[in-house]
């Protein structure tokens, strides 16, 4: 939960200084208060008119400082609640054995939902599908991860409707309800990994701004027996995630 702007907060009254615009004097303190721990993660910062007061200068300043820190990911901001210092990125390996971020994260003991959007029922694509082994239509989950409440990503799996879980209803991965159903063990085949802007659907879920740098996740899972059982989909908040893979020597 985001917690309460100090009261003991103080912020120093700023002067022009040649060669250095009130805007940045504004974040870069900011940034070096949230650094050394005067300003918590998920500290709601005093509202503009108050921070205009306190730094002796107008709003536009300290919007646009914000806006500035909103693009660098170190602040985030909830309209019509405020805004808020952001949490630092958590570290995700995807080359831990696990089959979904979800099983990842809850195996270090973070809390760890999924916010349906839509289950869609779709025709069989064909030979050109990307299921040969299971012939048949396919079925869209689509969905918002929350990390420690948290929006964390926006996507999507396909998988073919006879491996689908019937009652998915997002209180673990997909691929968790997959195995329960169907004994099957799920495995992490491919990754690759772009980045993007934010729509505005996007931006929406993920309480970012609109333009906000996201990262595009795309890939495949398969079963033990190398058969292709999924494929993903997502867009993540740079901002909070930071994935690792190791390098054999």
Do not use: C
Not at 177 to 192: D, P, Q, S
Not at 205 to 225: E, I, K, M, Y
């Amino acid at each position: 939960m985001s917690s309460e702007p100090s009261d003991s907060q103080t912020f120093p009254r700023l002067s022009k200084q040649p060669g250095r615009v009130l805007y940045r004097q504004v974040a870069d303190d900011l940034v070096a208060r949230a650094a050394d721990g005067k300003l918590a993660p998920g500290e709601r910062l005093p509202p503009e008119a108050q921070l205009a007061e306190a730094y002796g200068v107008n709003r536009l300043t300290i919007r646009r400082a914000l806006e500035d820190l909103a693009r660098a990911g170190v602040v985030r901001t909830e309209h019509g609640v405020g805004t808020f210092v952001s949490r630092p990125p958590t570290r995700h390996r995807i080359d831990d054995g696990e089959a979904s971020l979800s099983e990842s994260m809850e195996r270090r003991g973070l809390a760890v939902r999924h916010h349906v959007l839509a289950i869609t029922e779709e025709e069989d694509p064909g030979t050109d599908g990307p299921f040969p082994d299971f012939p048949g239509g396919v079925v869209r989950f689509r969905f918002v991860r929350y990390l420690e409440e948290e929006p964390w990503s926006i996507g999507e799996a396909l998988l073919p409707a006879a491996l689908a879980p019937s009652d998915w209803d997002g209180d673990r991965s997909v691929f968790a309800a997959v195995t329960a159903e169907h004994g099957l063990t799920v495995k992490r085949a491919e990754r690759a990994f772009s980045a993007g802007p934010a729509d505005p659907e996007e931006a929406g879920w993920l309480q970012v701004p609109v333009g906000a740098a996201l990262l595009d996740l795309r890939g495949f899972n398969t079963d033990d027996d190398g058969r292709v059982i999924a494929t993903i989909a997502h867009r993540i908040r740079g901002d909070r995630a930071e994935y690792v893979v190791g390098v054999a020597g």
